[in-house]
C-alpha cells in the first residue's frame, strides 16, 4: 500500500481552472443542509468556506430558527428555511426537490441528533441522486444503515465517528491508520477522509496523507471548514478523492496560515480568511 503525500503540486495539477466564458454556476452549487435551534454557527461556516474555495453558489437548508442567524453572517449566503428547530421528517419533498437544483450536498453539520432528523436524514440519502459529503451528525446516522453510501460520496469523520461507523478503534501508527481507511471504503464503495494529526484520505486501494494543520485547529468549527472546501472541490469537478485531499491540504495551510498570525485563540474563521492565499498559490 503505497501513501502518497498531499502537496501544493498536487492542489494546482487537480484544480479546476475557470474558462474565460464562464457563467455563475459553472464552478459549483453546493447545497448545506444542517443547523438547528442549538447550533446556527456550523453550516455558515461551512458555506463561507465553500465559497472561499472558489464554488459559484453556496446555499443552506435550515429551520426557520437558524436560518436568520446563518444569513447574518454574510450576505453572500442563500438561505432555505425549513420548518421549526430541527429538521423533521416535513422537510424531506422540500429537500429532494432542493437537491435536484445542485451540483453537490453536503449534509450533517450542525444538525443534532434527533430522531426525527436522523429519520429525514436517512429518507434523504436513499433518494438523491447526487454526489454527497457526509459530516458531523449525519455520520453517525448513517452508521445505521451503511447500506446507503455510494461510489463518489465523501465521508469527513474524525477518530471517534470513523470508530463508530467501522467498529474498530483506530490506531496511531500511520500505515494500520490507514489500513482501516482503505478497508472501510472498500466496503462500502465511498471515499474517506479521516480526519487527524496526520489525515488519511482513501478510495478503495488508492491513499493520501495530509500534514498540513496544526494543533490549534482542535477549535470547535474547522471539521465545518474543511467540509465546505471539500463540498467547492467536489462540486467544482474534481473527483471524490481528489477532492477530498486537496480539501484537507487547503484546510490546514490555511490553518498554518492562520496560526503564525494568531497562534492560541484560533478560531475557524480565521481559517476561513486564511483560504484565499492558499487558493491563489495554487491557481497562479
Known amino acids: 500500500m503505497k ?3 498531499v502537496t501544493m503540486d498536487f492542489l494546482k495539477k487537480t484544480y479546476p481552472r475557470r474558462e474565460k466564458w464562464s457563467h455563475k454556476g459553472d464552478s459549483g452549487r453546493v447545497l448545506i443542509i444542517g443547523g438547528s435551534r442549538r447550533y446556527r454557527g ?8 465553500a465559497l472561499r474555495s ?10 426557520e430558527s437558524a436560518v436568520d442567524v446563518i444569513s447574518s453572517f454574510s450576505p453572500n449566503l442563500i438561505t432555505e428555511p425549513l420548518v421549526g428547530d430541527y429538521i423533521n421528517i416535513g422537510d424531506l419533498e ?11 450536498i453536503l449534509i450533517g453539520n450542525g444538525m443534532g441528533r434527533m430522531v426525527g432528523s436522523r429519520d429525514t436524514v436517512l429518507e434523504l440519502l436513499s433518494a438523491v441522486r447526487k454526489p454527497c459529503i457526509i459530516d458531523a451528525d449525519a455520520l453517525h446516522m448513517v452508521s445505521e444503515n451503511k447500506k446507503l453510501l455510494r461510489p463518489g460520496w465523501i465521508l469527513t469523520p474524525h477518530e471517534y465517528e470513523f470508530q463508530n461507523l467501522s467498529g474498530v478503534k483506530v490506531p496511531r501508527q500511520l500505515e494500520k491508520r490507514a489500513g ?3 478497508k472501510f471504503s472498500k466496503s462500502y464503495r465511498s471515499t474517506v477522509l479521516l480526519k487527524g494529526h496526520i489525515d488519511v484520505i482513501a478510495e478503495s486501494g488508492k491513499v493520501f ?14 471539521g465545518d471548514v474543511l467540509a465546505g472546501i471539500c463540498a467547492a472541490f467536489l462540486g467544482g469537478g474534481m473527483t471524490s478523492l481528489n477532492a477530498a485531499a486537496a480539501a484537507a491540504f487547503v484546510s490546514g495551510a490555511a490553518g498554518d496560515l492562520a496560526a503564525k498570525d494568531i497562534g492560541p485563540g484560533l478560531m475557524a474563521t480565521d481559517v476561513i480568511e486564511k483560504i484565499p492565499a492558499v487558493m491563489k498559490e495554487a491557481v497562479l
Do not use: H, Q, W
Request: proline share 6%; charged share 15%.
Open 3 to 5: 501513501l502518497r503525500t
Open 42 to 49: 456550523a453550516p455558515a461556516l461551512c458555506g463561507l468556506a
Open 54 to 63: 472558489g464554488c459559484d453558489i453556496a446555499t443552506i437548508a435550515a429551520p
Open 94 to 104: 422540500k429537500l429532494i426537490s432542493l437537491s435536484k437544483k445542485f451540483d453537490v
Open 180 to 182: 482501516e481507511v482503505v
Open 209 to 222: 496523507i495530509n500534514s498540513t494543520g496544526n494543533p490549534y485547529m482542535t477549535v470547535g468549527g474547522t
